[in-house]
């Protein structure tokens, strides 16, 4: 399978807890995107890189969340201190040049208890 | 925050029927795309239309764009029961590369 791929699928976490999100881009996409979905409502954007280069990132981005693509291929979502209002879908998307087409992940899903 | 509005939030029509969708945005952009999503899962491109395009088609899909209005529509022909999901526009503002999605409009199309 040679599309976006995220890890883990699933994520029940206790408040408090650190949490962290992988997502492997398609091979030769240089573009990677993370956005954050709530129940019933469309993705909004997290944050995005070029190569490994962050090139931009929202204000829903607050102080515990951190993400790193060290190398320009695949990249980490942190999440520091979970609190309940995190529990979402986590998508992650890649493109081989923007702006077009990005094609997404599967997403990760995380449940703060 | 989200920058686009679809309307209906929700439809339900039966196979065979046509399914039209509506989005309105708010600034001036590079291009839209319209995305489907199954429940719980990850989203699908469909179908990418550029600021200098005014209609765009692929299969049973029919894209229309007006940048003067701000609106786009995305119909569906003779849907099928597998075409039940959400369906999302977004927009790639001018000068950036990120999807400004809106709120999603939930089709069923009943067997």
């Known amino acids: 399978d040679t599309g976006v791929s995220q890890d883990p699928r699933h994520k029940i976490t206790k408040r408090g807890q650190n949490v962290t999100f992988r997502c492997d881009p398609i091979?030769?996409?240089?573009?990677l995107y993370w956005y954050r979905q709530t129940l019933g409502q469309g993705p909004e954007f997290l944050t995005y890189f070029q190569n490994e280069a962050q090139l931009e990132k929202s204000r829903l981005l607050s102080d515990r969340f951190s993400a790193e693509r060290p190398k320009g291929s695949f990249s980490t979502l942190e999440i520091q201190r979970t609190e309940q209002g995190d529990s979402a879908m986590y998508l992650c998307?890649?493109?081989?040049?923007?702006?077009?087409?990005?094609?997404f992940g599967p997403g990760t899903r995380l449940t703060v208890l | 925050s989200q920058q686009g509005e679809e309307d209906p939030q929700a439809l339900s029509i039966q196979e065979g029927e046509n399914a039209t969708m509506n989005c309105s945005y708010k600034t001036s952009i590079n291009n839209l795309q319209w995305y489907r999503q199954n429940s719980g899962r990850g989203l699908v491109h469909l179908i990418l239309?550029?600021?200098?395009?005014r209609e765009k088609h692929s299969g049973r899909l029919r894209v229309t764009l007006d940048t003067s209005k701000k609106s786009s529509s995305l119909l569906i022909t003779a849907s099928r029961a597998a075409d039940t999901a959400s369906y999302f526009c977004a927009t790639v503002p001018y000068n950036t590369d990120k999807l400004i999605f809106g709120t999603g409009t939930r089709l069923q199309v009943f067997p």
């Open positions: 091979s030769e996409h240089n573009r």
């Open positions: 998307a890649s493109s081989s040049r923007g702006p077009d087409t990005q094609y």
């Open positions: 239309i550029r600021s200098n395009e």
